[in-house]
């Protein structure tokens, strides 16, 4: 059974440049979820996607945007980079989605997005 | 407004004792409560949970403590050893949601 992987490790863009990160699930999982981890901070919910839709949203701006593919694996996209996007992402599969009682989720390593 | 909080940073314990690790909360729809273990260059790992209909669950040396009327848990590790040393994240749920809200994390460093 291989485990949640994402890509890239690490990454340094500069601000106002886009960034795509991404994600592959679980084998088994069809629902992903996308944190964002800032220094000291805990993991911040951004969206999650479930059979390709998005199935909630944090409070994030729209420069956030996700897909989520056939095989369930699924990108992150930020536009117009900040500063202040500089954090871990961190990416969660699981199974089920609406009307599931499934809470546990399985993390990824993570990608360290330095925006300088 | 943090509605998880785990207010202290780090947390050292000599092998062999018990780690207690505290969690504080301040919405009262949340009703299902986990902690999570993060090692370096690693992502959380769940390590156990607590519906508000129970005051304790038990997982080998682990143990969740839940008090509702102080909007307070614990994670109990006995013994400690070496390797639990790692962050460890209180998250809590609300209602149908799937969506947890998580604390910053408690540092806990276990001493040979």
């Known amino acids: 059974e291989t485990g949640v992987t994402q890509s890239p490790t690490h990454l340094i863009k500069t601000r106002g440049q886009q960034v795509t990160l991404r994600c592959s699930s679980q084998?088994?999982?069809?629902?992903v979820s996308w944190y964002q981890q800032a220094l000291g901070q805990g993991p911040q919910f951004i969206f999650q996607?479930?059979?390709?839709?998005?199935?909630g949203r944090g409070n994030f701006p729209p420069r956030f945007s996700g897909l989520q593919f056939p095989n369930y694996s699924s990108e992150l996209n930020v536009n117009a980079l900040e500063l202040d996007d500089s954090a871990l992402y961190l990416c969660?599969?699981?199974?089920?989605?609406?009307?599931?009682?499934?809470?546990?989720?399985?993390f990824g390593p993570g990608t360290r997005l330095t925006v300088t | 407004d943090q509605q998880v909080k785990q207010n202290s940073p780090s947390l050292s314990v000599q092998e062999g004792r018990i780690s207690i690790l505290n969690c504080d909360y301040t919405?009262?729809?949340?009703?299902?409560f986990l902690w999570y273990k993060k090692y370096p260059a690693e992502g959380p790992t769940f390590l156990i949970s607590?519906?508000?209909?129970?005051d304790k669950n038990e997982d080998g040396r682990f143990t969740v403590f839940l008090n509702k009327s102080a909007k307070h848990l614990s994670l109990h590790i006995v013994p400690s050893q070496p390797g639990d040393s790692a962050v460890y994240f209180c998250a809590a749920k609300s209602g149908g949601s799937y969506i947890p809200t998580f604390g910053r994390g408690t540092s806990l460093i276990v001493h040979p």
């Open positions: 607590i519906s508000s209909i129970k």
């Open positions: 996607y479930y059979r390709e839709e998005e199935n």
């Open positions: 919405n009262s729809m949340f009703d299902y």
């Open positions: 969660a599969s699981s199974w089920g989605g609406p009307g599931t009682t499934s809470y546990e989720q399985y």
């Open positions: 084998s088994g999982h069809n629902t």
